[in-house]
């Protein structure tokens, strides 16, 4: 499970937007093909367009991405500036066969994006407009929009959205700095799940470049098959440019945020809670357990609860401050009267030797997490350039036995770790699936509605080796394989978790 440059471990997190790739359609010329001498004029993109090349001052900064880990390279980034640029640049790079990545966040971190090699990032930084209807409960966006960016403009109309979740790393959470489309393209967890669905049920249209250079609109009215594929798979079928989401009135304004910090000796208690609720995690409770290493945990001479339910335990014996920590995050969508009973059968149990519970405005929600890990939008965008090794899971289901086997042995790793593995973490979110489950299994190409916990697996937190049908499933392969052949039939976008 853990590999000696892994810094993280099933860290859950979105990921960048769009991948692209090549192919040789063209009648362009190849004359024209020259990816170091491409210019604004070239391509005749517009005014407000920017073309960056590695020697130019701001290259470092246009294509760092939050991992380095198996990242992609680039010999030229591209800034379009309208819709049109998008469409130029697509038909460009599939014509000229060079390999291309259109990014928002840049959070993406599985290693088949490592396939783009001195290629061509379409950054959309420049498509993050936001507008919302309070009558017609829309949210409109840019496709290169960041979570951080519509938080507060749905919440000023009286609105919520299922928002990415937020993960701490190194003390520096990073949901805000995600982009929202591509963890919607993937299906798309987040904490409002069991009130709204996953993230890409929220979706109602989307404008698509597609791999021809065309642009069309797909919602459940116009190119639905398109649309169905976008639900689960969508970064294989082209560039969103514009997205409309279904906003909810607030389900409270004001919410709860609770963080406790307890020593491994919980962990029989915690994984007990979090089984508790089997396959019904009511709609407005979010349960994360994260485990870290951290400098404060608290001695801990008494391993009984470990040992318990685990025969012959690793020994241990851990000093203060050199061993694994234990944190529960619980986000619920009401008032703290009414989350108190949810919360006593796990407090009865154990005491937190740290925590911060408070009421919170529903807005804030992903900058108080973790005991206020990404206390700001900048905060969790400086996060970035590290390298991350992230693999994902999922379970209908807890053994909790393996559980407690898996802790304790994740904690003896970390007291026998160097400073850098310090830093692997491992992390459940588990949110309720009733509204999930309500949607037909049909209706969108994610497939795997009826998972209790992700430890992560829809397609973006994949790790990039797993066989197609464990991100898509054999059920919603043939036809994802044949809407490929009517949308991109030379697989240009085959960097995100290709599967033809
Ligand atoms: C949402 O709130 C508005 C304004 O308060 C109200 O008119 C509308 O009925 C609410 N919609 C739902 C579905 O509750
Ligand atoms: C865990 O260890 C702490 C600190 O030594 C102790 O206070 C607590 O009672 C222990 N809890 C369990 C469940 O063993
Ligand atoms: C709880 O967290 C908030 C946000 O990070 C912080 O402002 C507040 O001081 C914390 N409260 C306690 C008691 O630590
Ligand atoms: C990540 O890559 C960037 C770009 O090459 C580099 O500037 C940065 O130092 C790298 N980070 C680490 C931790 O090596
Ligand atoms: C953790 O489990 C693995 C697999 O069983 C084993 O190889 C490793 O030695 C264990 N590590 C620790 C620190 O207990
Ligand atoms: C682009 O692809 C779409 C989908 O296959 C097709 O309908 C459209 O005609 C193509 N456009 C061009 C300009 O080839």
């Given at each position: 499970m853990y590999h000696h440059h892994v810094k993280l471990i099933l860290l859950a997190l979105g990921g960048l937007l769009l991948i692209g790739g090549a192919s040789c359609l063209s009648q362009q010329s190849r004359h024209l093909c020259g990816i170091n001498e491409l210019s604004t004029a070239s391509l005749r993109l517009s005014p407000g367009s920017e073309v960056v090349f590695p020697g130019d001052d701001d290259f470092g900064a246009v294509t760092l991405r939050w991992t380095n880990f198996s990242r992609p390279t680039y010999s030229v980034a591209v800034i379009p500036a309208l819709e049109s640029d998008v469409q130029k640049l697509a038909r460009f790079a599939t014509a000229c066969d060079i390999p291309f990545l259109a990014t928002s966040g840049a959070h993406g971190f599985d290693t088949t994006l490592g396939r783009v090699k001195q290629g061509l990032e379409i950054d959309?930084?420049?498509?993050r407009a936001v507008s919302i209807d309070a009558t017609a409960n829309t949210l409109i966006v840019g496709g290169?929009?960041?979570?951080s960016d519509m938080i507060d403009a749905v919440y000023a109309a009286g609105k919520e959205i299922s928002p990415l979740t937020t993960s701490p790393e190194q003390d520096h959470g990073t949901g805000p700095c995600v982009g929202m489309l591509s963890p919607t393209l993937a299906g798309g967890v987040g904490r409002y799940s069991g009130l709204h669905g996953m993230i890409s049920d929220q979706l109602l249209s989307a404008r698509v470049v597609t791999a021809n250079g065309s642009v069309v609109t797909a919602s459940a009215t116009e190119h639905s098959d398109l649309f169905w594929a976008l639900r689960g798979a969508g970064n294989n079928f082209g560039i969103v440019t514009e997205a409309t989401y279904r906003v909810f009135n607030l389900t409270s304004r004001i919410i709860v945020n609770a963080d406790y910090a307890f020593s491994p000796n919980a962990s029989a208690a915690i994984i007990d809670y979090f089984a508790s609720f089997g396959d019904n995690t009511p709609p407005k409770l979010a349960l994360i357990l994260f485990g870290k290493y951290d400098a404060n945990t608290k001695d801990v001479s008494n391993m009984h609860t470990i040992s318990a339910t685990h025969p012959s335990p690793t020994h241990l014996s851990c000093k203060r401050g050199t061993q694994l920590s234990l944190w529960v995050n619980i986000v619920y969508a009401g008032r703290l009267v009414e989350l108190q009973p949810l919360l006593d059968p796990l407090l009865a149990k154990v005491t937190p030797y740290r925590q911060n519970v408070s009421e919170i405005p529903w807005s804030q929600m992903l900058y108080y997490n973790f005991f206020g890990a990404t206390p700001s939008a900048p905060a969790a965008c400086a996060a970035k350039g590290l390298d991350r090794d992230i693999y994902g899971g999922a379970i209908k289901s807890y053994d909790k036995r393996e559980w407690n086997r898996f802790i304790a042995n994740f904690s003896s790793f970390l007291r026998g770790a160097d400073e850098a593995s310090r830093s692997s973490i491992f992390f459940i979110e588990q949110f309720s699936k009733v509204k999930v489950l309500q949607i037909p299994d049909e209706e969108t190409a994610y497939p795997w509605r009826d998972i209790t916990a992700h430890l992560y697996i829809y397609v973006n937190y994949g790790h990039g080796d797993e066989k197609s049908e464990v991100l898509y499933s054999a059920r919603k392969l043939p036809r994802l394989r044949a809407l490929k052949k009517i949308w991109d039939p030379e697989n240009a976008f085959r960097f995100a978790h290709p599967f033809v």
């Open positions: 959309l930084s420049r498509f290169g929009v960041r979570f």
